[in-house]
C-alpha cells in the first residue's frame, strides 16, 4: 500500500467542515480590519529563504525541501528551488516585485501550505497550514508605528475568541534593532565563551555563526546554562524601549492581556523590536499556536526599498486541535434526501433534486433500484433531516409524502410546495 509522505496527512471529512469554519471565520476577521488575501507560489528560490529567514536559523539549515529544477531552458537549468518553508519572505518579496508601495500601507493575509523537514510528532508536520497576514508599506504610511503592532495583537486576540478558542496566552519582547542586536552579540559571545566546550553541536557553531540562535536550542541539558546569559531587553536603545512602551500602553487600553518573556527571540532572523508568541495549553510540546514580529529591515535585505512591516502567522492545524467545537457540530448534514422508489422514477427524482438545490436546500439521492428500507438506511447514515418518497402515485398526484427520520412523523406535500416547506422546517 503507498501511503502518505512521513509528516504529511489526508484532511478527511467531516475533519475538513471544521477547517472551514476556521477559515470562513477567519476571512470574515480580516475583512473586518481592512486585510486583503494575497497568494504567492508554493516554491521560490532557496536564496529568498536564506537571505530572508536567516542562514543559520534551524529552518533554512535542517529543514528546507529544496531542489535543484531540471528545466530544459538555460534560464531554468541548475536553479535550486525550495518548498515555502514560511510564507512572510515571500509576501515580502512579491511587495518588492509589485512595487506595492505605491498603495501605501499594504495589509495583506494568507492561508495556505508550508513545508518543513521537521520530525512529526503531535502539532508538528512535514506539510502544514497557516493563517498569516502581514502588514507592510513606507514608514510615511505609518507602517512603523507601534499601533500597529498593536492591531495585530488585538486582531490575533478577537480571532481566536471568534473561533472559541479560550484560555491563550500572549508572551510578549523586544528584540530590538540591528545596533542592539550587535551589543547583544557581543555580550553572548563573551558569557559563551567559557561554557561552549560543554553544550551541544548547533549551539558550539551557533556561538560561532549567529550567538542569538542558541536562544532556540532546545537540549534539556544546555538549558541552565542558556539561564545565565544576558538578555536582549538589556541592550535595546531609547528608540526601541519607548517603540516596545507605547505596544505595550495600547495593548492595556484594549484589555488584552499579556506576560513579557525577555527570552522570547523567535526562529528567524528578520525580526526587529516587538516579537510574540499566543500559546494553549491543549496542545503539549508544540505549545505554540502563532508566532510573529516586526521585520522592519526585511525588505532592504531582499534588494528592496526600506519597507517596515509586521505579521504573523498562525499554525492552522494547532489552531483545529486546540479547538473545542466538534466537526460534527459545523457540517451541514442533508435537509432532505429524495428517495426515487421503482423504475423510472430517476429522472423524476433529479428534476426534484435540482428544483430543491436551487433553494439553497442540501439535498442528496438514491437509486430507483433501492428498496424502501435501503433508501431509509442510506438517508439515516447520511444524517438527512426528512425523506422524501418519489412513486409513481406520488408524480401522479403530484404531491409528494415527507417522513420526518427521528420522529416517523409522514406528512403530504403538493410539489409546488415542497421548496417553501422545507425553508419553512430550517
Ligand atoms: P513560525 O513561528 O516559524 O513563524 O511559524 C508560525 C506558526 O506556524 C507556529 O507558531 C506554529 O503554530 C506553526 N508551525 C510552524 N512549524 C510547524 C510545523 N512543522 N507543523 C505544524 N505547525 C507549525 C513564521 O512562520 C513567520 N513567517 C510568522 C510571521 C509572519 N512573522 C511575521 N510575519
Not at 21 to 28: C, L, S
Not at 82 to 104: F, Q
Not at 241 to 260: F, G, S
Not at 315 to 342: C, F, H, M, N
Amino acid at each position: 500500500m503507498i501511503k502518505s509522505p512521513r509528516g504529511t496527512r489526508d484532511l478527511l471529512p467531516p475533519d475538513t467542515a471544521l477547517w472551514n469554519f476556521v477559515e470562513a471565520a477567519v476571512r470574515e476577521v480580516f475583512q473586518a480590519y481592512n486585510f486583503h488575501e494575497i497568494r504567492t507560489p508554493i516554491f521560490e528560490s532557496t536564496e529568498l529563504f536564506a537571505r530572508g529567514v536567516g542562514e543559520d536559523t534551524d529552518i533554512v539549515s535542517k529543514e528546507m525541501f529544496t531542489w535543484e529544477d531540471r528545466g530544459r531552458a538555460e534560464s531554468d537549468k541548475g536553479q535550486s528551488l525550495t518548498l515555502r518553508p514560511e510564507n512572510t519572505a515571500g509576501v515580502v518579496r512579491a511587495y518588492i516585485e509589485h512595487k506595492l508601495w505605491d498603495r501605501g500601507l499594504s495589509k495583506l493575509f494568507y492561508i495556505g501550505p508550508q513545508f518543513r523537514r521537521e520530525r512529526p510528532q503531535k502539532g508538528r508536520y512535514r506539510q502544514f497550514y497557516q493563517i498569516g497576514a502581514e502588514v507592510i508599506g513606507p514608514a510615511a504610511a505609518g507602517s512603523q508605528s507601534p499601533a500597529r503592532d498593536a492591531e495585530i495583537l488585538e486582531l490575533l486576540a478577537t480571532l481566536l475568541d471568534r473561533v472559541g478558542i479560550v484560555n491563550w496566552k500572549l508572551e510578549l519582547n523586544s528584540v530590538g534593532c540591528p545596533a542592539d542586536r550587535a551589543q547583544f552579540n557581543e555580550a553572548l559571545r563573551q558569557a559563551l565563551a567559557p561554557v561552549v566546550a560543554t553544550m551541544c553541536a548547533d549551539c558550539q557553531r551557533r556561538a560561532v555563526t549567529n550567538p542569538l540562535r542558541v536562544f532556540d536550542c532546545k537540549v534539556p541539558e544546555d538549558q541552565p546554562i542558556i539561564e545565565t546569559f544576558p538578555t536582549i531587553s538589556q541592550f535595546l536603545d531609547e528608540a526601541c524601549r519607548t517603540h516596545y512602551e507605547e505596544v505595550k500602553n495600547i495593548l492595556n487600553a484594549v484589555q488584552i492581556p499579556y506576560v513579557e518573556n525577555n527570552r522570547l527571540v523567535r526562529g528567524l532572523d528578520y525580526y526587529t523590536r516587538t516579537a510574540f508568541e499566543f500559546t494553549h495549553g491543549a496542545l503539549g510540546a508544540q505549545n505554540a499556536i502563532l508566532g510573529g514580529g516586526r521585520y522592519d529591515g526585511l525588505s532592504e535585505a531582499l534588494g528592496g526599498p526600506a519597507a517596515p512591516g509586521i505579521g504573523f502567522a498562525i499554525g492552522e492545524d494547532r489552531l483545529v486541535l486546540s479547538l473545542t467545537t466538534s466537526a460534527e457540530s459545523v457540517v451541514r448534514k442533508p435537509d432532505v434526501y429524495i428517495a426515487p422508489l421503482g423504475a423510472g422514477m430517476n429522472r423524476e427524482a433529479a428534476r426534484l433534486a435540482r428544483e430543491l438545490r436551487r433553494h439553497d436546500l442540501v439535498v442528496d439521492l438514491g437509486d430507483d433500484s433501492f428498496r424502501l428500507k435501503k433508501s431509509f438506511e442510506a438517508a439515516d447514515k447520511m444524517a438527512g433531516r426528512y425523506i422524501l418518497i418519489v412513486g409513481e402515485n406520488e408524480v401522479k398526484a403530484d404531491a409528494f409524502a415527507i417522513k420526518h427520520l427521528a420522529s416517523g412523523e409522514q406528512v403530504t406535500v403538493p410539489r409546488a410546495e415542497l421548496a417553501q416547506w422545507f425553508l419553512r422546517k430550517k
